[in-house]
């Protein structure tokens, strides 16, 4: 069995887009957090709301196509991941490194099984390690009291 690996750039560079572009992260999970039915946004601006309904958001796929963001996943704790970089999906393991948000003002706690591990680096080897790569889990760096940079692996 081969084992395939996407590499991620530096974290780092995901800190200074964000960086660059703070207002549009912000003005993005501004709109989400008014759309309580929003639960994954694709980067052409579909939201889906978690059944087999979805519906195209034009706002949306403005400031996806400006941020660059592949995807954005919106938790029942208000958070939001912001995928910039990497790949996944069933059957294969995933890798991703973007921007995270989580308000302060969240009503529920982090979704069980889902918590983050605040870390002070995202390179892989500063993270913990299994069968050779990096375990499975959402690592994030905090920059901001509600911002992060976040790393998140799953291994099959």
Known sequence: WLKWEYHLPPWQRAREHFTAHKSEYVRFAELLRRDSSARFVGSDGTVYTGAIHSRLVPAYRELAHTLGVKHVVIGDDGSMEFAIWGMGGPLMSDSYL????????????????????????????????????????????????????????YQE
Request: hydrophobic fraction near 30%.
């Open 98 to 153: 973007g921007v995270r948000y989580y308000p302060k003002d969240r009503t529920v706690d982090t979704r069980p099984g889902y918590a983050p591990n605040i870390v002070a680096s995202l390179d892989s080897d500063k993270l913990p390690q299994e069968n050779g790569s990096v375990a499975s889990g959402l690592y994030t760096v905090v920059i901001d009291p509600e911002w992060s940079i976040y790393r998140f692996e």
